[in-house]
C-alpha cells in the first residue's frame, strides 16, 4: 500500500509550524542583554556591564532604574568607578575594563506614600537586574543564534541517526527490520532541512554577526594562546572543507540509498543488495570519523578551551536514540492511519529494545564524562561542568534524570515495549529531554549566566518539529512504504518473536 500525506495531516504539521514560527517572533523580541549587580550593604550597590551599548541606551537603562527605585521610596546617587576585568572572559567580550561600572548609594526619599522604609533597597536593585527588568535588548541575538544552532544541531542528528541505522542494516544484513527501511530512508530525506540552518549559523558567525564560536575571530587567536595553539585545525579554511565533506557525504549516502531502494523495487534480484551492503560499510567507517570530528567542530568548539575524548560518543549517542525515537513516532503514526500493515509487535518490540539500550549508552558515556573529570579535578576540564551545574543545576539535572530514569523504569518490561500507549508517552518525553541535552551542551558556552527559557525555544522548537515531520511524511509519499524485492522481506513478514 502507498502512502500519500494527507490533507489533515498537512494541516496539523505545517500549523505547528505555523504556530511555532508566531511563538518564535514573540519570544525574539524578549532577548536581553544583562547589566550585573552585586549587593555591598542595605545602601550600596555595584552595578557593571560589558556589553556595547551606546551612551542614550545606557542613560535610558539609568533613568528606568531610578524610575524604578523611586517607586520602591528611594534615591539613587551614582558614581562611576573603573574596575578589572573579572568576569570578561566568562561573559565573551573583549574589554580591559567594563563598559560601565556604577557605586550606587541609595537614600530613602521624604514624604508619604514610599514603600521603601525597612526594605532593603540594595537587593531590589540587585532582583530587578537579575530577573532582567533592568536590561538592554540584546541586538546581537546572541539567544536567537543560539537557538538556530540548537535546533538545527537536533534535527540534523535525528536525521543522521536514521541513516546511520539504514546503512547499519544493510551492512550487517539484518532482515527483521526489512519492512521499516523507508521509514529510515524518509527520516534521512529531511537532512537538509538541519544542513540549511547550520550552514547559516557557520556563515553567520563567519562574518562575525554573533560570537558563538571565539575561535573563528583572528582577535581572539591573536590574544589567546590556546585557542592559538588549536588554530592549526580550528581556522576558517580548514573548518569550512570539513563542513563542506560531512554535508557531502551524508548527502550522497542519503540519496544513494534511495535511489538503489527504489531501483530494487523495479528490477528485484541481489545485485543492488550486495551494491547496498558493500557501500553501507564504507559509510559506517566514515561516519564512525566523522561523527567524532562533526561533534568537535560544531558543539565542543563552542568551549573552546575544553576538550572531552568521550565527547563525540556522547553526542552520536544521543543522535542515534532520538533518530530511533522519530522512527517509532512514524511507525505509530502510520499504523493508526491504517498502514504498515506487516508491521507487528514484534517489529515494535525490537525499535523499542533499541530505544532502551541507546538510553543506558547515553547515560553511562554522561556518567563516565562526568565522572573521570570530577575525579581528576583539573581546572580546564571542570569549568564546563562548573557553569553547568552552577547556573543550569535544576535543568540539568532534571535533563538527566528524565533521560535515564524513565526508559530503565518503563522498558525494562516485555510488555510495555510491545505498548503503543507507553512507547508514545515515554517517547516523547525522552524526545523532548535530549532536546533539552543538546541545549545545556550549547546554551552554557554561547549566553553563560545570561539564558532563559521562553517563547523563543519553544516556538523555534514547534517551528522545527512542523516542518520536520511534514518533510518526512511528504517523503515517504514518494515510494511504496513496502520494500517487496529486497532479498529478506519476507523474513521480516513474518518476523516473530
Excluded at 99 to 115: A, P, R, V, Y
Excluded at 237 to 244: A, D, E, H, T
Aim: glycine share 8%.
Amino acid at each position: 500500500m502507498e502512502y500519500q500525506i494527507s490533507d489533515k495531516a498537512k494541516k496539523v504539521t505545517l500549523g505547528l509550524a505555523a504556530l511555532g514560527l508566531v511563538l518564535m517572533i514573540i519570544g525574539f523580541f524578549s532577548q536581553k542583554e544583562y547589566v550585573f549587580a552585586e549587593r555591598l550593604d542595605e545602601h550600596s550597590v555595584k552595578v557593571e556591564y560589558w556589553g556595547k551599548a551606546d551612551e542614550s541606551q545606557i542613560d535610558g537603562l539609568k533613568a528606568k532604574l531610578i524610575s524604578e527605585m523611586e517607586n520602591k521610596g528611594y534615591a539613587l546617587d551614582f558614581h562611576e568607578a573603573h574596575s578589572h576585568d573579572e568576569h570578561a572572559e566568562g561573559h565573551g567580550t573583549h574589554h580591559e575594563s567594563p563598559t560601565f561600572l556604577w557605586n550606587i548609594h541609595l537614600s530613602h526619599l521624604e514624604g508619604e506614600g514610599h514603600g521603601g522604609h525597612g526594605a532593603d533597597g540594595a537587593q531590589a536593585i540587585v532582583d530587578l537586574c537579575e530577573s532582567g527588568t533592568i536590561s538592554f535588548f540584546d541586538s546581537h541575538w546572541r539567544r536567537f543564534w543560539s537557538n538556530l544552532l540548537i535546533n538545527g544541531f537536533f534535527f540534523f542528528g535525528i536525521s543522521l541517526g536514521a541513516l546511520f541505522y539504514l546503512a547499519l542494516q544493510y551492512a550487517t544484513e539484518s532482515g527483521w527490520g526489512v519492512v521499516l527501511l523507508r521509514v529510515y530512508e524518509a527520516i534521512a530525506q529531511a537532512m537538509p532541512i538541519g544542513i540549511i540552518v547550520l550552514v547559516l549559523v557557520f556563515i553567520t558567525g563567519a562574518f562575525g554577526l554573533h560570537s558563538i564560536y571565539s575561535w573563528m575571530d583572528p582577535a581572539n587567536v591573536e590574544a589567546d594562546h590556546l585557542i592559538w595553539k588549536k588554530s592549526g585545525y580550528f581556522n576558517q579554511g580548514f573548518f569550512w572543507l570539513r563542513v563542506i565533506v560531512y554535508f557531502g557525504t551524508f548527502l550522497f549516502f542519503a540519496n544513494w540509498f534511495r535511489k538503489m531502494s527504489r531501483k530494487e523495487d523495479n528490477e528485484g534480484g541481489t545485485e543492488i543488495h550486495f551494491k547496498m551492503y558493500r557501500k553501507a560499510a564504507l559509510f559506517l567507517v566514515l561516519f564512525a570519523v566523522f561523527s567524532s570530528t562533526m561533534s568537535w567542530d560544531f558543539i565542543m568548539s563552542i568551549d573552546i578551551h575544553w576538550y572531552s575524548t568521550l565527547f563525540g560518543w556522547y553526542t552520536f549517542s544521543g543522535i542515534w536514540l532520538t533518530g530511533m525515537i522519530m522512527v517509532i513516532m512514524i511507525v505509530g503514526y502510520l499504523k493508526s492511519q491504517g498502514y504498515l500493515e506487516l508491521v507487528n509487535k514484534s517489529h515494535i518490540h525490537d525499535v523499542a529494545k533499541w530505544m532502551f539500550a541507546l538510553s543506558f549508552l547515553w547515560s553511562y558515556l554522561w556518567f563516565s564524562q562526568f565522572m573521570l573529570i570530577w575525579y581528576s579535578n583539573m581546572g580546564e576540564e571542570t569549568i564546563y561542568y562548573w557553569e553547568r551545574i552552577m547556573e543550569y543545576k535544576y535543568l540539568y539535572f532534571t535533563m538527566f534524570g528524565l533521560n535515564f530514569a524513565l526508559p530503565l523504569i518503563f522498558f525494562i518490561a516485555r510488555d510495555v515495549k510491545r505498548s503503543w500507549s507507553f512507547i508514545i508517552v515515554i517517547g516523547t518525553i525522552t524526545f523532548i529531554g535530549h532536546w533539552f541535552d543538546v541545549f545545556m551542551m550549547v546554551m552554557p558556552g554561547t549566553l553563560h549566566d545570561e539564558w532563559s527559557f521562553g517563547l523563543l525555544e519553544i516556538g523555534m522548537f514547534v517551528l522545527f518539529l512542523g516542518a520536520f515531520v511534514y518533510t518526512v511524511l511528504k517523503s515517504l509519499g514518494k515510494a511504496p512504504l513496502m520494500q517487496e524485492n529486497h532479498p529478506f522481506f519476507e523474513e521480516s513478514k513474518h518476523h516473530h518473536f
